[in-house]
């Protein structure tokens, strides 16, 4: 044990593993010793002390013995009663559970082990085995127990292991950005007795990952506010329906609030607002410009005008406010930057003059502006500009797409340290729960999902409708990554010899060709669904 852990800390890790095991929230564990969550949450974080009587409520709460509360996590959580562990916990070996539980699912790390167990190396080495609070991988040991020593030890390993490369969350800036995970493969149990070495085995067809953290509550939650405003209203579809999207927003930023649980940060809710953010009326707007497009291709409008009969497909984006959610946004308060030069480690809003676009087979990815000269535009319009002006290599060197345009002059920008993780987690829930409801039908479930990440990212700006959170920058940079998510699947289009005829919203894109050849089709996130077909020039 590290001589640095005290006895203060122990019983945190304790409670968290405690909480793990039996499925609770801070929330359970505050009615059960009668004090407020938010004073749980001090004493967790350590900005509290727990006191004896502390140690008294907590050991009747989960009727413990005192002794085997402060004796460690390893000891607290085998010690628990047989009726504190659900039943789908126990029904699978403690050293397994989490292995074979898909991580989508997993709401509680694994348990302590009751064998000797070997995990399998990873491809990248060895990164430790599963810590018994949170999953992860971890090289200390307590009580012969693979686990972190401290809570944020846990906090951190989970943010990067938790779903591999796709949420490692970059550091606040000034700190260089994590190395991303390697993703370990499955515990394998140790013959008792093998008669010789083991030779080493093949990999593994698909290595599993560290449980997910929250994942399946915060789905939990979604599926269980469906149930109980359905039993509200007797069963009575349209006025639940009515119900739900009308408590969508105070539902998903509590579903927020839950998705940050562990996070390494805090973000900020209200900063100061620049000049440039604030509406110059009520229903005005402010200086952003966040790439909307609305185009037409001319040469293909020309033809059909000419007597050309033209079948076109429109395709629908799925829910692309919901992909839209994974953006890289800023943490904390915007300041002002005059260097010239873009760090891929920050986010914010950037004056800039875009260079000229000479495409007519392609939408402009700045969208139908027409005015020239400098504008302010989002984190994720700059981010697609410069990516537009680099030229696509594939893995030998060879240029696969030349830069379609020059780089944007940047004169000034306002930003803040990024992450592209801070709605990952959110982002998730809402698309597992979107799925789910496609599955099975349920068309209530469907609208009351879609309707919570829309009013998010519509409310968060200056809303009265939203008391929660006040970022504008963030709402724009989230509506401009969908309208560059859209720009990008058109320039896929035109990659693949389609001939790409209309774009616009934040879904729609109109296409001639053998559009099932490049998109998947259905209605899952990187799915798009046929919305109509048509004959350009004659009857829409």
Known sequence: MSPSLSTEDLLRL???????????????????????????????????????????????????????????????????????????????????AAADVPATFTAAPPTPPVQAEAAVPSPGGWQGDPCVLCGAPAKDEVEGIPQHLTREECAAAMDTAVFGDDTTEEPAQGAEPPEAPTNTASAAPVDPAPAEPVAAAAPAAAPRRAPGYASSSLVDQITARVREVLTEHQGDYDEARTALIKSAIPDVMALFKASRVGGRYEHSEFPPTHEILNKKSQKGADEIWEGRPKWRNKEVVAAAKNGEEIEVTALDMNAAYLSALKCWLPIGRLQEDTSGTHDPRKAGVHLITPAEWDHPDLPNPLGNRMEPGELWVTESTLRLLL??????????????????????????????????????????????????????????????????????????????????????????????????????????????????????????????????????????????????????????
């Open 387 to 540: 990516d537009v002006a680099r030229p696509v290599l594939d893995k030998g060197g060879d240029v696969v797409r030349p830069a379609l345009a020059e780089a944007p002059v940047i004169h000034r920008s306002l930003v803040s340290g990024a992450t592209e993780s801070l709605l990952e987690k959110l982002r998730r829930a809402l698309a597992e729960a979107r799925k789910k409801a496609i599955a099975e039908g349920d068309e209530i479930a469907l609208e009351y999902v879609k309707a919570m990440y829309s009013k998010f990212v519509s409310t968060i700006g200056e809303s009265s409708s939203n008391r929660e959170l006040r970022r504008p920058d963030m709402m724009h940079i989230i509506r401009s990554k969908a309208f560059a998510n859209l720009w990008m699947k058109a320039e896929k289009a035109r990659a693949h010899g389609l001939t790409v005829v209309e774009m616009s919203g934040t879904d729609e894109l109109h296409v001639v060709g053998d559009w099932r050849a490049v998109f998947p089709e259905g209605r899952d996130l990187n799915q798009v669904k046929e919305k109509k077909t048509y004959t350009l020039g004659g009857k829409r």
């Open 14 to 96: 304790t409670v968290s593993a405690l909480m793990s095991r039996t499925g609770e929230r801070q929330g359970d564990v505050a009615a059960g010793i009668g004090q407020a969550q938010a004073q749980v949450s001090r004493k967790q974080s350590g900005k509290q002390h727990w006191t004896l009587d502390d140690v008294d409520a907590l050991a009747a709460h989960y009727r413990l013995p005192v002794l085997d509360l402060l004796a460690g996590p390893t000891r607290a959580v085998t010690a628990l009663p047989a009726d504190r562990t659900p039943a789908d916990q126990t029904s699978l070996p403690l050293a397994t």
